[in-house]
């Protein structure tokens, strides 16, 4: 027996079938969660705005030359040195994998201890698997201290 319709045996359009409703709600059902579980995803990632207190460290002015101390700045560490060229800063979080890096005043590098990575007193890469130098902080010397603040 052939469905009820024209001739041909195709179905009369009856407008949306209830295979299509439920796409619909499928569909809209799946958007809508999508956009809210951006919504906090997407407040993780986005950096949190830090006072300008917490962007500044200062220590005392008693570093001496090729000495190096280690602050917090914004969260991170950060190591203060002290050249023939005067006082500089640089991030602790080596380039390669973000392990912390020690500073070695009889060599007057910078060495990471997971993957060997070194880098002169500038920053500079000199040897290991490190791709990029290390970032460089403001630093100033005012009278009794000496100040890095996150740039």
């Not at 917490?54 to 030359?65: N, P, R, Y």
């Amino acid at each position: 027996m052939a469905p009820p319709g024209d001739d041909d045996g195709n179905r009369p359009e009856r407008g949306v079938d209830r295979r299509r409703v439920l796409q619909l709600l499928m569909g809209g059902s799946t958007a809508v969660l999508a956009g809210m579980a951006a919504a906090p995803v997407a407040s993780y990632l986005r950096p949190l705005a830090l006072p300008e207190a917490e962007a500044v460290a200062a220590i005392d002015d008693s570093l001496g030359l090729w000495e190096a101390r280690q602050v917090v700045v914004a969260g991170r560490p950060v190591l203060v040195v002290r050249t023939n060229e005067g006082v500089r800063a640089f991030s602790a979080i080596c380039t390669h994998l973000g392990c912390v890096v020690k500073w070695r005043k009889g060599r007057r590098e910078f060495f990471c201890p997971c993957h060997g990575a070194r880098f002169d007193a500038e920053g500079r890469v000199r040897g290991g698997p490190a791709p990029r130098s290390l970032a460089r902080l403001e630093v100033s010397e005012e009278p009794g201290a000496i100040v890095v603040r996150k740039t």
